[in-house]
């Protein structure tokens, strides 16, 4: 819909000056993310959608959302915190267990950490490619750690 951030910040500025208070203009900030996370803006975007979240700190899809936004930004941390939540919210959401496992699987974890996702994928996906990836990161975790105690 909206290419560039130029066409976004006029379509937000046009809605933003019809709006009287402040909560309104906040619960809109999931609306105005999403569409400066489209166009590419991630710390913009970031920066609405916590506004949103302080008025609607229990909508799952604004957590996926950060979540995606911090990955973009490379803060897997945060962005592995924000999925989460949004799993505690809405435990449906298969395709949010397999980034939180394919982000655990690109980072330092500890092997415990790592097995508790895999196998609560595993009991989604199966063999799926990212939980392999997982279950490899954790088992060499497991080997370095019980190569280091010798």
């Known amino acids: 819909m909206y290419r560039n951030k130029q066409s976004v910040d006029k379509h937000v500025a046009n809605i933003t000056g ?16 999403k569409l400066y996370y489209d166009v590419k803006e991630y710390d913009i975007a970031k920066r609405y959608l916590a506004g949103f979240l302080t008025v609607q700190e229990s909508y799952a899809p604004a957590h996926k959302l950060m979540g995606q936004i911090l990955e973009k930004l490379q803060d897997n941390e945060k962005a592995i915190a924000a999925f989460k939540c949004s799993l505690d919210i809405d435990n449906n959401q298969k395709d949010v267990l397999l980034k939180i496992c394919e982000l655990y699987s690109k980072s330092d974890v500890d092997p415990d950490r790592a097995r508790y996702w895999a196998e609560r994928a595993e009991k989604i996906f199966g063999s799926h490619p990212t939980v392999f990836r997982l279950k490899e990161k954790m088992y060499a975790g497991e080997s370095g750690t019980k190569n280091s105690e010798d």
């Open 18 to 33: 019809r709006i009287r208070n402040e909560k309104e203009c906040l619960s809109r900030g999931y609306q105005f993310a």
